[in-house]
Each structure stands twice: as structure tokens, then as C-alpha cells.
């Protein structure tokens, strides 16, 4: 490790990987710190198809196809009732071979990501912690802090740091950035099963997203590889987390509540113990400043539902390294240059925000909005796949506002 880089990139998930990856590739020196071993255990497991394209930017399009990962072709949708909506099919919508992605095993997949970085010349190590962020008395960030496996602790320059640390989020912590989103208070339980029963053919790995009889929470089903699904839970967090139950029994009480679920898991076993992730959704209200930037969840992090925390992870990872790479060649590396592409990423994610409320409100469903307006099919699929960042992505929102009247998308700047 040197004394000082042009880039540090704080986490060894899809968001820091990527952005390790890419400003490395662009010839500077770039230092990607990772505090766990890896390959690290980490929830996330189904990718959007539009994952395609920043994998592909990446050089790993041919190691995910030679790869062990489920091939997930579309999602599905099951009601409170355990009647199954007619499959999204992401190939039948668009033709190409970017419509089929993976069910992946995190640990694999990010060591796939920090294995590239480290191959596009970043120098990458695990088990080495930030503990704070050096910034000068402007406020300029300088560096970093860290502690590495043996204990020592020691100041790295910088000239640019990108913070990727997820959840823990670290710049935004330090700097009061962070602001829950209230309305997305939810808690989610899951764990591992073999042989949950899956579907034949092209539904094969299909994501399915289960509703329970009183839509009070919903279960996500994601086929992984060697006979596992991952099974999870959300609901609001009281709901899920504070009844007095603990969570062993949470869990069982939801499985039950789910038509959908019973007859997959007729044969199956679980194996290990359960998970718990609560109060994951956030925002932050400044996502750049000099010298640093954020990405990932570090920069914000809506809901599990559609699966878009990986893609939104791997674009902001790609957007913002293509801005460090213009701000170091220009000498600039202000706020405006470094997050550039900021609002244009805000205003793709917020598609996924109003999708997000449409499907949390209580007596919407998409069923029910596609047999009345059946033209808006692609448009949805569109969403599903990832494909945001258009003009009229969002069209179909016109049509649904007088059902799902409570959106707060606007919140996300
Ligand atoms: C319940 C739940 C289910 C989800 N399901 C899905 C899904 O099916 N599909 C999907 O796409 N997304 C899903 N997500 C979201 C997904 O997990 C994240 O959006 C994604 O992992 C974000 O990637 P990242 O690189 O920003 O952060 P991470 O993948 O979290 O990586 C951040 C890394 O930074 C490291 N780090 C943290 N602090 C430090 C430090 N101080 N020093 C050094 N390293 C540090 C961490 O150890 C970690 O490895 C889900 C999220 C939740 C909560």
C-alpha cells in the first residue's frame, strides 16, 4: 500500500469494485479498501438485465455466462389470494441478450468484481477498515484513515475518495447527509432453502414476489445455484420486528400468511440461521463534494423489491468513475464536476420510488392496472428490466397517480 493515490474507493461491493475498476482501467492509481475477507457473505442476490451493460463495460460478460449463477429470465407476481400473474418475460419485451441476467451468490459475485478491479491494475485489499475520512479545514477531503489486518492504523492521500461503504455510508454519516424516508420504514427476514420447489423452462429462475393474505408483508423467492432459493420477508418494521415474537417465530407466522409459498415448500429445508436487515432505506441530501463523491448505497437505497440496489450500485459506480476520470484529467475535482451525473441518475431512480409506492399501496395492484390499461405492459417491463433512464420511462405513471395518489418520489431531489 502507498502513501498516497489519486483515487481511494471506500468497499469491495458492485458500487466500489466497479468504480475501483474503471478509474484504474483510465490509467491512475486507484486504492480499493475492503474491511471484510473476501468473499464476503452479502444479501442482493437477483440482478436487474440492465446489470448487462456496466458488466459489460467491465469485461465480465463471458465469466457470468460461464459462471454457475441462475440464468433469471423474469418476475413474477403473486397475489394475496396465491394466484400467479402472468410472468414478465424480459426477452419477449425486448429481443436481445442483455434480457437475461443472474441470480447470483453475492460472495462470488463481488469477488468476481474485486478480482477485475484488482486486474485493471487497482491495488485491492480486504480486511481493511476505513476509520475515518481526512478532510482539510475547506472541507476538502484528503484521504483516509485505516486500519489494516495487523492492527495498524495509517493516513493515505488522496485526490479524490469515493465513498461506496454501503449502508454504513460513511461520508454521509460524518457529514449529517443521511435522511431516512419515513414512508419506507420496513424490516426484512430471510434465509436459505434446498429444494424449495421451482418452476420448469424459461420460469426456471425467476424472481417471484409473494404477497401475504392481508398484503401486511411479501416474500421474495430468488433461485440461486446448487438447489437454493433465497427466501425473505418485508414488512414494516414494527410490524415485523416489534410484536413481542421473536424472529424465528416472525418468520414462521409470515410463512404461513403466504398462499404462494406452501406447496414450494412442501419438500424443502432450510439451511442455516435466519437474517435480519431493518431501516435500510435512506437517502442523502448532498452527494458530492470537493474531492469525494458517493456511490451506491452509501448514496441512497430505496427498497428490495425490484431488485435494483446491484444495477444502481454497478451505474453509479460507472457514472461517477467517468466523472473522477474527466475531474482528475481537468484538474477539477469540485462538487459539480464529480457529481455530474447525479440528477440524471436521480431522475431514473425516481421511476423505481414510484413504482416502489405504487406497489405498497394497499389496494393497487398490477394485475388489476394492466387489465385496465393492457398498452402499458412494455412500459412496465421496462421498469423491471432496469431501463430508467429515458424520455417517457416514466408514462405510465400519468395513468396510475389517481390510484397511487401518495408517492413521494419528489423527496429524492
Ligand atoms: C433485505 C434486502 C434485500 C435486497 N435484495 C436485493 C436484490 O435482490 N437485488 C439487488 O440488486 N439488491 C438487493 N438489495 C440491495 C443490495 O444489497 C445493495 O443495494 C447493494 O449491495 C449495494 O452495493 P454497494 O456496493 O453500494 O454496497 P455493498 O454491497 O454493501 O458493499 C459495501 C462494502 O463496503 C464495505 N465497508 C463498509 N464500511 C467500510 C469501511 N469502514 N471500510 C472499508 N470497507 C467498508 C462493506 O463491508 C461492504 O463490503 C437488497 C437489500 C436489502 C436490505
Not at 484513515?145 to 454501503?166: H, L, N, P, Y
Not at 414462521?252 to 431501516?279: D, M, N, S, W, Y
Amino acid at each position: 500500500m502507498q502513501n498516497e493515490y489519486d483515487v481511494i474507493v471506500i468497499g469491495g461491493g458492485p458500487a466500489g469494485c466497479t468504480a475501483a475498476a474503471l478509474t484504474a482501467e483510465a490509467g491512475h492509481r486507484v486504492l480499493l479498501l475492503e474491511r471484510e475477507k473476501m468473499p464476503r457473505f452479502h444479501v442482493g442476490e437477483s440482478l436487474m438485465p440492465e446489470c448487462y451493460w456496466p458488466l459489460q463495460r467491465l469485461g465480465l460478460i463471458d465469466r457470468m455466462k460461464q459462471s454457475s449463477f441462475v440464468k433469471k429470465k423474469s418476475v413474477q407476481f403473486v397475489t394475496a389470494s396465491g394466484k400467479q400473474s402472468e410472468p414478465f418475460y424480459f426477452l419477449e419485451h425486448d429481443p436481445r441478450e442483455s434480457s437475461t441476467t443472474w441470480q447470483v451468490e453475492r460472495a462470488d459475485f463481488d469477488q468476481l468484481l474485486f478480482d477485475r478491479a484488482a486486474e485493471l491494475g487497482a491495488d485491492c485489499y480486504d480486511q481493511t477498515r476505513v476509520l475515518d475520512i481526512l478532510f482539510d479545514g475547506e472541507g476538502t477531503a484528503q484521504g483516509v484513515k485505516v486500519r489494516k489486518a495487523s492492527g495498524e492504523t495509517r493516513d493515505i492521500a488522496a485526490r479524490v475518495v469515493m465513498d461506496g461503504s454501503g449502508q454504513q455510508s460513511l461520508i454521509a454519516n460524518r457529514l449529517g447527509l443521511r435522511q431516512d424516508i419515513p414512508e419506507l420504514k420496513k424490516a426484512a427476514i430471510w434465509g436459505y432453502y434446498k429444494h424449495a420447489s421451482r418452476d420448469d423452462g424459461d420460469n426456471a429462475g425467476a424472481t417471484i414476489i409473494m404477497h401475504t393474505d392481508k398484503k401486511e408483508s411479501w416474500f421474495w423467492f430468488i433461485p440461486l445455484s446448487n438447489e437454493i432459493t433465497s427466501i425473505g420477508c418485508v414488512g414494516d418494521n414494527d410490524y415485523m420486528l416489534k410484536t413481542g415474537l421473536d424472529t424465528e417465530a416472525r418468520y414462521q407466522v409470515e410463512l404461513e400468511r403466504c398462499p404462494g409459498l406452501q406447496t414450494r415448500l412442501e419438500h424443502a429445508q432450510r439451511i442455516g440461521k435466519l437474517h435480519v436487515a431493518k431501516e435500510y432505506s435512506y437517502w442523502t441530501k448532498q452527494h458530492a463534494g470537493q474531492g469525494w463523491v458517493l456511490i451506491g448505497d452509501a448514496f441512497g437505497f430505496i427498497d428490495p423489491i425490484y431488485s435494483s440496489g446491484v444495477y444502481f450500485a454497478l451505474v453509479m459506480g460507472e457514472k461517477a468513475a467517468d466523472a473522477v476520470n474527466a475531474g482528475l484529467a481537468a484538474g477539477d475535482v469540485s462538487a459539480e464536476k464529480l457529481g455530474c451525473w447525479c440528477d440524471d441518475f436521480k431522475g431514473g431512480a425516481k421511476w423505481i420510488r414510484k413504482l416502489v409506492d405504487a406497489f405498497y399501496t394497499k389496494d393497487f395492484s398490477f394485475g388489476g392496472f394492466l387489465r385496465d390499461n393492457p398498452q402499458f405492459r412494455g412500459n412496465l417491463t421496462d421498469l423491471l428490466i432496469g431501463r430508467i433512464f429515458y424520455d417517457g420511462a416514466g408514462d405510465i405513471f400519468e395513468s396510475m397517480s389517481p390510484m397511487v395518489s401518495n408517492s413521494q418520489a419528489s423527496s429524492m431531489g
